[in-house]
């Protein structure tokens, strides 16, 4: 009887010590992560409002800074898309890949910007070919050019007590692009963001910027790959094309991804 006595005393203690220092597994972890940002998705070479939807970039960003001072996130994250001057993403370096053009892409006269052309890489000596489909965008956030900046009136918060905050530079890769922050587009290499969000015990991530339909969605589809319950914050994302953003938030909602409004962030923080 002692025994069974000081087995079940051992089990209400541990279970005290749990609920007093609140160190149980089900404790929420949160990140807020602010997809690109830039000035060339906003007003520079690739501007939402030049691209099919006509989205204003900007409109995110006042949406953003009202999360972000009335919200606490245990994890900010800003990305940047990063490219190299070459980058394969770059319609107007089409030129210096054509001869990796797949027998089945458009040719390089019939390519034009935002159509996508297929390369493969590697040769006959390399047993696996990389077949990499590819849109090819405006020259865009090249590396240290003013386009590639965050945008002046984005809040950037700084790591404190209780939050802790990362930038993530993506797309450096010249050959590979890469959309999702987690990921680059082959899903041959991935980013550090993953880790990190590990490293700090995150549970739930909550997803705004550009472009819903490319970035945002892509970096979504990883999160819930991840195991991250994943929000998206539909007003305060702007996408490229209005049915390409439909479709894809349908896509992602039925991969159990959740589309909110940045109304409703602080309510869903405050239930979990
Ligand atoms: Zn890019």
Redesign the pocket.
């Known amino acids: 009887m002692g025994n069974i006595n000081s087995s079940v005393r051992r089990k209400i203690s541990t279970v005290k010590k749990r609920q007093q220092t609140g160190s149980g597994s089900n404790k929420a972890v949160s990140a807020l992560l602010i997809v690109d940002v830039q000035y060339d998705f906003i007003d520079g070479s690739l501007a939402l409002k030049n691209c099919p939807s006509q989205h204003q970039g900007e409109h995110v960003i006042p949406i953003i800074n009202r999360i972000l001072d009335d919200i606490h996130f245990d994890v900010v994250v800003y990305t940047q ?1 990063w ?1 190299t001057h070459d980058h394969i ?1 770059f319609f107007e370096n089409l030129p210096l890949r054509a001869h990796l053009l797949a027998k089945d892409s458009k040719s390089i006269d019939e390519l034009k910007l935002f159509d996508t052309a297929v390369f493969v890489f590697g040769d006959d000596t390399v047993d696996k070919k990389l077949r990499v489909e590819q849109i090819l ?1 405006p020259t ?2 090249v590396q240290h050019s003013h386009g590639a900046e965050l945008h002046k009136d984005l809040s950037i918060v700084k790591t404190n007590r209780s939050r802790e905050v990362f930038h993530l530079l993506k ?1 450096y890769d010249s050959d590979i ?1 890469s959309y999702s922050a987690f990921w680059d587009n082959q899903k041959i290499r991935e980013t550090s963001l993953n880790s990190k969000l590990k490293e700090s015990n995150v549970t739930h991530v909550f997803i705004v910027g550009i472009a819903t339909d490319v970035c945002v969605y892509s970096t979504a589809l990883h999160a819930v790959e991840n195991g991250y319950k994943t929000y998206i914050v539909e007003d305060a994302c702007r996408g490229v094309d209005i049915g390409n953003i439909n479709l894809r938030l349908d896509e992602l909602i039925k991969r159990n991804c959740i589309v909110i409004q940045s109304g409703d962030v602080k309510t869903r923080l405050e239930d979990i």
């Open positions: 898309d490219h993403s965008w865009h956030c797309g692009d």
